[in-house]
Antibody, heavy 120, light 110 residues
């Protein structure tokens, strides 16, 4: 059974960098059949795609966040990470990591989500 | 990039059928797959329809999906509504470098 687990600080100060990690179990992150995504959800709002990484290191980012995002992969630890710089209160959200099937491009497994609050 | 527009909310009675629409504003709805996710309060989203009209294992056949090229939209159809179907539903599609979600539709079964 594939599982994804987000981890990281639940509170970040404004202007600092928000950093999260997604640990993957039940599958190898080097499995070429999948992309590894970050998605967020502002309180009471809809889902917003942040970006993805492939095991080769290829990344795609949401254009509205591209200047502040870095997604990286650590195959030795079977995990991938998100860094969002210059955080503001507008970045307060539940952050999900999710596995996306390359065949069909749909998210088949999601983490439970982690709430990150940005304080001023 | 393109956008996907969904109705903010829909409601229907138990046992009835409801349709949730998802309209693409640019590019053809048929050019890339559309998926649908259900999210119950406090939970992560789960897939109810993938690749326009496929049901992942464990999803009841009361859930179905379709696309309509004439209106450039996709639809999620839920028949035989149950109270457990209440929640938020999101459509999602993609292009070569982006993934796009609709704004979500709140389904109330009353």
């Amino acid at each position: 059974q594939v599982q994804l687990q987000e981890s990281g600080p639940g509170l970040v100060k404004s202007s600092q960098t928000l950093s999260l990690t997604c640990a993957v179990s039940g599958d190898s992150i080097s499995n070429g059949g999948y992309y590894w995504n970050w998605i967020r959800q502002h309180p009471g709002k809809g889902l917003e795609w942040i970006g993805l990484i492939y095991f080769t290191g290829t990344t795609y980012y949401n254009p509205s966040l591209r200047s502040r995002i870095t997604i990286s992969i650590d195959m030795s630890k079977n995990q991938f990470s998100l860094r969002l710089s210059s955080a503001t209160a507008a970045d307060t959200a539940v952050y999900y990591c999710a596995r996306e099937k390359r065949a069909g491009n749909w998210f088949d497994y999601w983490g439970q989500g982690t709430l990150v609050s940005v304080s001023s | 990039n393109f956008m996907l527009t969904q109705p903010h909310s829909v409601s229907e009675s138990p046992g009835k059928t409801v349709t949730i629409s998802c309209t693409r504003n640019s590019g053809s709805i048929g050019s890339t797959y559309v998926q649908w996710y259900q999210q119950r309060p406090g939970s992560s989203p789960t897939t109810v329809i993938s690749e326009n009209n496929r049901r992942p294992s464990g999803v009841p056949d009361r859930f179905s999906g379709s696309i309509d090229r004439s209106s450039n939209s996709a639809s999620l159809i839920i028949s035989g509504l149950k109270t457990e179907d209440e929640g938020d539903y999101y459509c999602q599609s993609f292009d070569s470098t982006s993934r796009v979600f609709g704004g979500g539709t709140k389904l109330t079964v009353l």
